[in-house]
């Protein structure tokens, strides 16, 4: 048991600095020594658990996407569990908390869209099946389209609206580490973001449940 405890320790290590490392100087301009470096392991060890600058990129990518298809297909869809707006709160809180707890790797996932997506693509089609709000078989989607037969949101583009709750919560948290320093240097509370950040989140929520749901059906 410890033994596997310490190798997951070290390659979590390893995908970390690595993250830092893409982040840094590209896929093109970084290297393997330096992630080795900054993980604190030798450059065979990191050549054991990925063989090629190239798989630790594609792990690096699949971490944060990996963390955010299972939280997104935790969310339980049956009507039961709750109206559309806690279902919109779900799918917020699920985004919020990859991006909370793995920021850097999640800016390493805009550097790769924004230099062409090459790797990421490859992901996503090797994954589409669980992609819940894929629109064949995402369960998610299936459950939108439900809402809207039945009245209870306006009809809508159902990809559109996480394009717009994704866009809605990324700056903030490309942000941070900015806001973080420049909070450090004046002297004032880090927990001030942590409370705009929450704020955030209910201000994109407002703004998301006034726009899908029909006008007899807005809640406040």
């Known amino acids: 048991m410890k033994g ?4 997951e320790s070290k390659r979590d290590k390893i995908l970390n600095a690595a993250a830092e490392e893409f982040i840094e100087y590209g896929f093109y301009g970084a290297r393997t020594q330096r992630i080795a470096n900054k993980a604190k392991v030798n450059k065979a060890m990191l050549h054991y658990y990925f ?9 690096v990518l699949k971490t944060v996407f990996n963390l955010l298809i299972e939280k997104l297909n935790s969310i339980k869809v049956d009507d039961k569990e709750g109206r ?9 809180d699920a985004y919020n908390e990859v991006f909370k707890n793995y920021s850097n790797y999640v800016r390493l996932v805009i550097y790769e869209v924004i230099t062409g997506g090459r790797y ?11 992609i819940p709000f894929n629109p064949w078989t995402g ?4 459950y939108f389209e439900k809402q809207i ?12 609206m996480l394009i717009s709750l994704i866009s809605q919560m990324v700056p903030v948290y490309i942000a941070k580490p900015v ?9 004032l509370d880090k927990f001030i ?12 929520m407002d703004i998301l449940k006034h726009g899908i749901f029909k006008k007899s059906n807005k809640r406040r």
Do not use: H
Request: hydrophobic share 35%.
């Open 4 to 7: 596997k405890k310490e190798k």
């Open 51 to 59: 063989s090629s600058k190239e798989n630790i990129y594609k792990e």
């Open 84 to 92: 559309p707006e806690e279902k919109m709160r779900q799918i917020i």
């Open 120 to 130: 990421i693509q490859q992901i996503i089609f090797e994954n589409i099946n669980r």
């Open 139 to 142: 369960k998610l989607y299936k």
């Open 149 to 160: 037969r039945k009245g209870n949101i306006r009809k809508l583009n159902i990809i559109q």
């Open 179 to 187: 806001a973080e320093n420049i909070f450090k240097k004046l002297g």
């Open 193 to 204: 973001i942590e409370k705009f950040i929450n704020k955030r989140k209910e201000f994109v």
